[in-house]
């Protein structure tokens, strides 16, 4: 007698950054939930680096890669025993939810704040050595402090708005924005656009964040049904993540450049 079927596991998640100024992508590969493995992808060549895995959560749209493609500000959040351990050992303090700066795609700090006030974390690149960072008290929260870097932080109590100050660098604009984004769904996202592809953020009535994107040219249309990311690269080829799987679509044409979902985290986790 056969027992029940076994749910197949879901798809990874991929999220990714473009240099404004250089052929690089960062990809975050998310899955299972609590794991997040970086990619470095040269899209002159298509060559996709492996780099580290991080155990905990990435927040790829508070996060941001310097224009060069040099480097990655990301955000990144561990609320385990051994993690707020290890941050008393070496910095003294309590630490669940921090911004670093490292080089992609590896995730170890050369630049570290604290962001476990509940209200600090991410920021954005002004230039490839000018980095705003959601953090107000910069004396007491910053642990490390990047070698060769200008450190700004917000004026006042103005957060800095990653995802949008970044589309906008790599040639997005804002087609559509309403007063109320939280909690629309669907009916009322914040929409951009770049060229003819087409990116809408949508927040439903549970706070659940997800994008859903569309091709508005004539002609032959790609496969953007269940995207969890796209853009178009600096030679004007469309980038498609979906279903932990990326693609290229050019001319009318979709080749696989790689398939990330047999990737899996090492075991036991090893520090970032």
């Given at each position: 007698?056969?027992?029940p079927?076994s749910?197949?596991?879901?798809?990874a998640?991929?999220?990714g950054?473009?240099?404004s100024e250089?052929?690089?992508v960062?990809?975050?590969?998310?899955g299972p939930?609590?794991?997040?493995r970086?990619?470095l992808?040269?899209t002159a060549?298509?060559?996709?680096s492996?780099?580290?895995w991080f155990?905990?959560?990435?927040y790829?749209?508070?996060?941001?890669?310097?224009?060069?493609?040099?480097?990655?500000?990301?955000?990144?959040?561990n609320?385990s025993?051994?993690?707020?351990a290890?941050?008393m050992e070496?910095y003294?303090?309590?630490?669940?939810?921090?911004?670093?700066?490292s080089?992609?795609?590896?995730?170890?700090?050369?630049?570290l704040w604290?962001?476990s006030?509940g209200?600090?974390g991410?920021?954005?690149?002004?230039?490839?050595?000018?980095i705003q960072?959601n953090?107000t008290?910069l004396t007491?929260?910053?642990l490390?402090?990047?070698?060769g870097f200008e450190?700004?932080?917000p004026?006042g109590?103005l957060?800095?708005d990653?995802?949008?100050?970044?589309?906008?660098?790599?040639?997005?604009?804002?087609a559509h924005?309403?007063?109320?984004?939280?909690?629309m769904?669907?009916a009322?996202?914040?929409?951009?656009?770049?060229?003819?592809?087409e990116?809408?953020f949508i927040?439903?009535?549970?706070?659940h964040?997800f994008?859903?994107?569309?091709?508005l040219?004539?002609?032959?249309?790609?496969?953007?049904?269940?995207a969890?990311w796209?853009?178009?690269?600096?030679r004007?080829r469309?980038?498609?993540?979906?279903?932990?799987?990326?693609f290229?679509?050019?001319g009318?044409?979709?080749?696989?450049?790689?398939?990330?979902?047999?990737?899996?985290?090492?075991r036991?986790?090893q520090?970032a």
């Open positions: 007698m056969k027992g079927a749910t197949p596991p879901a798809p998640r991929i999220w950054l473009l240099a250089a052929d690089r960062v990809l975050f590969r998310r939930s609590r794991w997040t970086v990619y992808w040269d060549t298509d060559t996709l492996p780099g580290s155990h905990g959560r990435l790829e749209w508070m996060s941001d890669l310097s224009p060069d493609g040099e480097h990655l500000l990301y955000h990144a959040q609320e025993k051994r993690q707020q290890l941050a070496r003294g303090v309590r630490m669940w939810d921090w911004t670093a700066l080089k992609p795609p590896q995730v170890h700090a050369i630049g604290n962001a006030d209200w600090s991410g920021g954005a690149f002004r230039d490839s050595r000018t960072v953090h008290d007491k929260q910053q490390i402090r990047p070698p450190v700004l932080h004026t109590t957060r800095v990653t995802f949008r100050v970044v589309l906008k660098r790599t040639g997005w604009h804002v924005q309403p007063r109320r984004w939280i909690g769904g669907e009322d996202p914040f929409t951009l656009r770049k060229k003819s592809l990116l809408n927040s439903d009535q549970r706070y964040r994008v859903r994107y569309r091709w040219a004539e002609g032959p249309s790609p496969d953007l049904e269940g969890t796209a853009d178009l690269d600096r004007g469309l980038l498609i993540a979906r279903a932990g799987r990326v290229i679509w050019r009318g044409q979709e080749a696989e450049l790689a398939d990330l979902n047999a990737d899996q985290p090492p036991p986790a520090p």
